[in-house]
């Protein structure tokens, strides 16, 4: 899977995996920043109106990407056992149930047009929050087609080509960001909707990468990847079994922040600008401790394909050495530097300036902390889910989500009627819950006893 002269389980194997699938993290991150402050920009509105709509869509996505992307896991295992046959079969599962997803996804877009309606946002807001998210709900099925694709690769232990990908679609999605937002080259200034589009063309051109290493070069005739094309019960049937419950929780974990982002814009609009400009800033941990989750999860399922948890547990170690350490300076980056981070989203001229930033600077205080909440839960996280305990996160979710996040904020909000910060707050102890119930479970060991490929 990796280079031999890695030795197993080691600091430096895990690094070799990880730090592709880091960039290809950070990579969106930086697509992401570029998309928001182009709009912020653009005006204030389409800012708040962006994180909202986008947050809707990728909940909409969310349960079928941790379905596909589930499908790196059954390669991972197959991969170490040597059943290159059992790869192939495994892909073609995993872009079978991506392509009914892709359209069963297209299918709900009038629903959540009712959800951003239903929400009442303010109508100038409301309007680009439609605008935003048809676009990108009716074409997101080709960001799940990419997990599935790009399975084939990082669960090969080959993560530098999503990596390459990834930032090929994303330096397109940016140059398309300025030219169709502004209304440059010729393009008519196309506002929030210009930002839509560039984000799925440049998620195009990622599907168009992977199709063409898998199906027009080496990798077709030594995997006979179209020799292997079809449907195959046994595969397709334990890919279920065990990504549904890791698509289903991550679903509820995206819900329940969307419906978090939602209930905040009632608070009123200068607390959602707020808000939405330290999301944008979370997910700089978010999404480079993701990658490094990514490498867990692959880890851990080649491990245990090969029944050597103690390996399992020696990769997980590595893992807190690097997820801590870049956690706590971000953490303390955000703590002791919010001017200059907020500084990059509130523009002095802005008639509302001064309100926001009396809004975000509490909050960056508090982002310091969830920041290594969130590590902790997704170093965890990853680890059992890649030896297939997918059931436990699905029911810890389900729980924090509906039990803790959404009834507390909802409490918050409307009938305590509390300022953003105390929302905030309650966000920062929902993370910690999360961190500590996967923390517990890996320690219990109950993970090291599933056997996700079973005797297919």
């Excluded at 996804?105 to 680009?128: C, D, K, Q, W």
């Excluded at 814009?265 to 944008?280: F, K, P, R």
Aim: with cysteine; proline share 3%; hydrophobic share 55%.
């Amino acid at each position: 899977m990796v280079k031999k002269s890695y030795p197993q389980a080691s600091l430096r194997e895990l690094w070799h995996l990880s730090y592709p699938l880091i960039i290809t993290m950070a990579a969106q991150v930086v697509m992401q920043f570029a998309d928001r402050m182009f709009l912020a920009w653009y005006s204030h509105e389409a800012l708040a109106a962006c994180v909202p709509a986008g947050a809707l869509a990728m909940t909409f996505a969310a349960m079928f990407m941790g379905l596909a992307s589930y499908t790196s896991v059954f390669i991972s295992q197959y991969y170490a056992k040597k059943k290159y046959a059992s790869v192939a079969i495994s892909l073609w599962q995993g872009i079978f149930l991506a392509v009914i997803s892709a359209l069963l996804l297209a299918a709900l877009t009038p629903l959540g047009t009712a959800v951003i309606n239903a929400f009442g946002h303010e109508a100038a807001v409301r309007s680009l929050e439609l605008k935003y998210f048809i676009i990108l709900n009716l074409f997101g099925g080709l960001a799940v087609i990419n997990n599935a694709l790009a399975s084939f690769f990082s669960g090969r232990g080959q993560t530098k080509v999503p990596m390459w990908a990834a930032v090929v679609g994303n330096l397109v999605n940016i140059g398309l960001d300025y030219v169709m937002i502004f209304g440059k080259l010729g393009f008519p200034a196309m506002g929030i909707e210009g930002a839509a589009w560039a984000t799925i063309i440049g998620c195009g051109s990622i599907t168009l990468i992977f199709c063409t290493l898998i199906f027009a070069g080496k990798v077709r005739k030594e995997f006979k990847i179209n020799r292997l094309a079809g449907f195959y019960k046994p595969v397709f049937s334990r890919l279920l079994r065990f990504g549904l419950p890791n698509g289903f929780g991550f679903l509820m974990d995206i819900l329940s922040f969307t419906l978090f982002t939602f209930m905040i814009g009632n608070i009123d609009t200068i607390s959602l600008q707020a808000s939405n400009i330290v999301m944008s800033m979370q997910p700089v941990v978010f999404t480079v401790i993701l990658g490094l989750g990514i490498g867990i999860q692959i880890l851990v399922s080649k491990y245990q394909g090969l029944k050597r948890p103690d390996l399992s547990i020696k990769v997980v170690k590595n893992a807190c050495k690097i997820g801590y350490t870049y956690a706590g300076a971000v953490g303390l980056a955000f703590f002791f530097g919010a001017p200059l981070f907020m500084g990059l989203f509130i523009h002095p001229s802005s008639p509302d300036a001064a309100a926001i930033t009396a809004k975000t600077y509490p909050l960056m205080k508090l982002v310091s902390f969830f920041v290594l909440f969130d590590a902790t839960y997704l170093i965890f996280g990853e680890s059992i889910r890649g030896a297939g305990d997918t059931k436990f996160y699905m029911y810890v979710m389900l729980f924090c989500a509906w039990g803790l996040l959404i009834p507390g904020t909802w409490l918050i909000v409307y009938k305590l009627q509390l300022s953003v910060f105390w929302v905030w707050s309650w966000l920062t102890f929902y993370a910690a819950i999360t961190a500590v119930l996967m923390l517990w479970r890996f320690l219990r060991g109950k993970w090291k006893t599933f056997n996700v490929t079973g005797s297919v």
